[in-house]
């Protein structure tokens, strides 16, 4: 998927593709073999969670990661994440150890795939501002089946237009629009309303609920989301390698997130 351009596990969609470098990530390329199971190729455990997440209160109004900031900024500079997204990446995983314990989601898995997709929402230069926002928008290309790339239609921009659109990734975890349109979900929602969303696989009731893929708040959620509806428990090796291959339908992905991953623990 999620990051949706590799794969549109949402969607019911797949593409064989290998992970682009970094910072090249907008970029999807087809190979041939990687429908193997992840399990073939990857069988370390799980990446650690990295430094545990403060306790935060979940009930309060507004941006709810704001009260990570000092956590975020003793493990920022050690780590090269800008600390906007840290606390983005903290946040889900502590939303999501409330509203499915059962998935153990770590921040450093959050953050590894924030690296390779999009260098924690640097990409080309891009900024994240203190509401989450990532300008200038970060845009993969259109995935027309051309170059090597996977062919994805946007169904709702090819409505509007009355002619064919193709999709584009969207954001620091890099949706595309079908994808972010069942998994989406902001994270300034009230909790309450905001855990019964997430407790189901189903798309958020109302468009004012499914956020931005362009906030890193909520991409990170809803990539947390996704991983967990993918993987399962995640603090098993196969729970763990289902949730990112399914992510981006790549051995070589599901290694580099690994490998980024796990450099967040030590």
């Keep these: 998927m999620m990051n949706s351009r590799y794969t549109v596990g949402a969607g019911g969609r797949q593409s ?7 910072l090249m990530a907008v970029i999807a390329v087809a190979a041939a073999g990687c429908g193997r199971g992840p399990e073939r190729e990857v069988r370390a455990a799980p990446p ?3 430094d545990p997440v403060p306790a935060i209160q979940l009930a309060a109004a507004g941006r709810h990661a704001g009260p990570l900031q000092d956590w975020a900024r003793g493990r920022g500079g050690k780590y090269g994440i800008p600390v906007r997204a840290l606390q983005a990446y903290g946040y889900a995983a502590v939303v999501l150890a409330k509203t499915q314990p059962g998935c153990h989601l770590g921040w450093t898995t959050l953050a590894g795939i924030a690296r390779v997709e999009s260098d924690h929402g640097r990409h080309r230069g891009a900024k994240i501002g203190t509401d989450g926002l990532v300008k200038p928008p970060i845009r993969g290309v259109a995935l027309d089946g051309t170059n090597g790339n996977a062919r994805i239609t946007d169904p709702d921009a090819s409505a509007r237009t009355g002619h064919t659109v193709y999709a584009t990734a969207a954001g620091p975890f890099q ?3 079908d994808t972010w349109k069942r998994w989406g979900v902001r994270a300034d929602t009230d909790y309450k309303t905001l855990a019964h969303t ?3 696989a189903t798309p958020a009731t109302s468009t004012e609920l499914t956020g931005s893929p362009d906030n890193i708040d909520d991409a990170a959620l809803a990539a947390a989301r996704y991983l967990c509806a993918s993987g399962g428990d995640l603090a098993t090796a196969r729970g763990w390698q289902k949730a990112i291959f ?3 339908h790549s051995d070589t992905y599901v ?3 690994h490998a ?7």
């Design 48 to 50: 650690g969670a990295g």
């Design 198 to 200: 997430l407790a189901k």
């Design 16 to 22: 064989r593709m290998t992970v682009v470098v970094l």
């Design 246 to 248: 399914a992510y981006n």
């Design 255 to 257: 290694r580099k997130i």
């Design 175 to 177: 949706f595309i629009p």
């Design 260 to 266: 980024t991953a796990t450099s967040y623990t030590k």
